[in-house]
């Protein structure tokens, strides 16, 4: 409910004449959303935001807050080439259905109010990997639900709150009507592959390939970007990622850290967070790397 109200309220300031560099910290922060889920400090969207805060010096403190567990952080990186190179699409190969898709959806209407894009085209699974795996009907049960006065009767009780989420609601239905969202599935995400095979795909990787940029959601698209190796932790991403990294898609990987596998990392920082968690007062500092408390944002150009 508070992403509906602090999306509305952003929304109609974005309707204006918005800087790039403010866009740029907007961009960072619905990223941040979508990466960390029901586990985002909303502390910089709050109240009745106005983009001069998030411009302030507080909202800069916040964010360098909310960024100290991103192990790896390529956002920069990212938005330098989308900016240079142009954007038209982004394609999102969609993890976890629920909130975690609600907070991708949040993202999704952010770079379409903003005009950073034209369509978004989100990649769903045609059957569950784990239980939770966005599937298509997920798109459109979400959207059902979101205006179900029994699903969520509280919400709907209170005026304010329920103009914010139906608010919400209309734009996601208008954006995919207008096929500005667009859903997709393909048997690809599901087979015995991991991803250093999508260049060889056919229609998907052709497709792909019409893409500004590649978005992979969650553990475990990134375990299937890297092979699911024993990549020693101090890997550059583009190594792992093999044929990817020359496979003309500009690839993001948004991801929690919930597995064992773990590149892109400067030296002395895993045995660091070794020692941390084991200080926190778990036995095995080792498993820091499959707790849920850190992230890596990886980004490789393709080329």
């Known amino acids: 409910m508070e992403l509906c109200k602090r999306y509305q309220v952003l929304h109609q300031q974005l309707d204006e004449n918005v800087d790039k560099e ?3 910290l907007l961009f960072h ?8 889920g029901n586990a ?29 567990n991103i192990l790896v952080n390529d956002l920069d990186q990212a938005w330098s080439y989308l900016t240079t190179k142009g954007m038209n699409r982004i394609d999102i190969v969609l993890d976890n259905s629920g909130f975690e898709l609600f907070a991708d959806l949040i993202f999704t209407l952010f770079v379409l109010d903003s005009k950073l894009v034209n369509e978004v085209h989100l990649h769903c699974k045609e059957i569950p990997w784990f239980v939770s795996d966005t599937m298509p009907k997920d798109f459109h049960a979400l959207l059902a639900q979101l205006v179900d006065k029994e699903f969520y009767p509280n919400i709907h009780q209170n005026s304010g709150d329920s103009r914010a989420i139906q608010f ?5 239905v208008s954006y995919h009507q207008s096929n500005q969202i667009v859903i997709k599935s393909n048997p690809f995400w599901t087979l015995d592959y991991n991803y250093w095979n999508l260049a060889k795909s056919g229609d998907l990787y052709d497709d792909l390939l019409a893409s500004s940029l590649v978005i992979f959601k969650g553990d475990l698209n990134y375990r299937k970007l890297t092979g699911d190796l024993q ?17 003309k898609l500009p690839v993001l990987s948004l991801r929690t850290c919930k597995a064992d596998v773990v590149v892109g990392l400067e030296k002395g920082v895993n045995e660091k967070l070794i020692e941390k968690y084991k200080a926190m007062g778990n036995e095995v500092g080792e498993f820091w790397s499959s707790s849920g408390k850190w992230a890596v944002i990886s980004f490789s150009e393709g080329s």
């Open 22 to 24: 403010t866009l740029k």
């Open 29 to 36: 922060e619905f990223i941040d959303i979508s990466l960390w």
């Open 40 to 68: 985002t400090d909303l502390s910089l969207l709050a109240g009745n935001v106005t983009l001069e805060d998030i411009k302030s010096v507080q909202g800069a403190e916040v964010r360098k807050k909310n960024e100290e």
């Open 168 to 172: 919400l609601h209309s734009k996601l």
């Open 231 to 247: 990549w020693d932790k101090t890997t550059p991403f583009t190594t792992a990622i093999q044929g990817l990294a020359k496979s």
